[in-house]
């Protein structure tokens, strides 16, 4: 059964009900390639993650995995495949190492729909952690600004730091910090959250705190692609988990046949490395 199976939108999914109407994947990526130069980096993947579902990506550093997630959010350029929205395609100009989005307005929709959370937390240090939050709400979506006040309060609150409103970034520490992004990436209300590597730039006990957030954003049913080196929160909070070698998917499944039972034997090779499960 999918975590979180009693969500309404998987069970439309899963028995196709819902008057015969279908709901696209979220976000759906066919035989993607991406180079750099003469470096290819992705070598024709497929993932696909319907509303509500949570996928994590794992591998080595080099496998591909925060390159496909910045193809994702079109922060990246691929070279061939589709990358759809919503059951939308992405317009495409120009072949190969010129290929790019044709449609401005388009590019834009889809990346206010898509939060991603950095590694690096990426926020403002002239800013207050509040107004960090409402920064692109107000500026690039044009919302009220009472409005996004209100629900940046709500997002702050929801991840812990609500009492931290008024402080700069450099006067919290990078567990603070990073539930800050995650709030920010909240209060643009997106369709998906995308997450690149977000605690491997903490310390253990800072990592527990984002690790909490991202847990509870789970059981709620939020739609996420995560990409990270922490088996443990990829096995308990993931529906499905791809594993990444050399810019080819090596096994995917769900994360209790992937960690449980692997049948690739680089997979078994990498788990043997990680922390236990």
Known sequence: MLRGAGNPVLLRRATGTDNNVTTPPVIEIRNLHKSYGDLEVLKGVDIRAEAGQV???????????????????????????????????VS????????????TKQL????????MVFQQFNLWSH??????????PVTVLGRDKAEVEAS???????????DKCDA??????????????????LCMEPKALLFDEPTSALDPELEQEVVRVIKGLAQEGRTMII????????????????????????????PA?????????????????????
């Not at 834009?108 to 939060?115: E, V």
């Open 108 to 115: 834009l929709r889809i990346r206010t729909n898509l939060s």
């Open 127 to 136: 800013m207050t952690i509040l107004q960090n939050v409402m920064e692109a």
């Open 55 to 89: 996928i994590s990506l794992i591998g080595s550093s080099g496998s591909g995995k925060s390159t496909l997630l910045r193809c994702c959010n079109l922060l990246e350029d691929s070279q061939q495949g589709e990358v759809i929205f919503n059951g939308e395609p």
């Open 152 to 162: 940046a309060r709500k997002y702050l609150d929801k991840v812990g730091i609500g």
């Open 92 to 103: 495409w100009k120009g072949e190969g190492l010129h290929r790019r989005p044709a449609d």
């Open 227 to 254: 990409v990270t080196h922490d088996m443990r929160m990829a096995h308990d909070v993931s529906d499905h988990v791809v594993f990444l070698h050399k810019g080819r998917i090596e096994e995917e499944g769900a």
């Open 168 to 185: 700069y970034p450099a006067q919290l520490s990078g567990g603070q910090q990073q539930r800050t992004a995650i709030a920010r990436g």
């Open 257 to 277: 046949q992937l960690f449980g039972s692997p049948k690739s034997e680089r997979l078994q090779q990498f788990l043997s490395h990680s922390a236990p499960v």
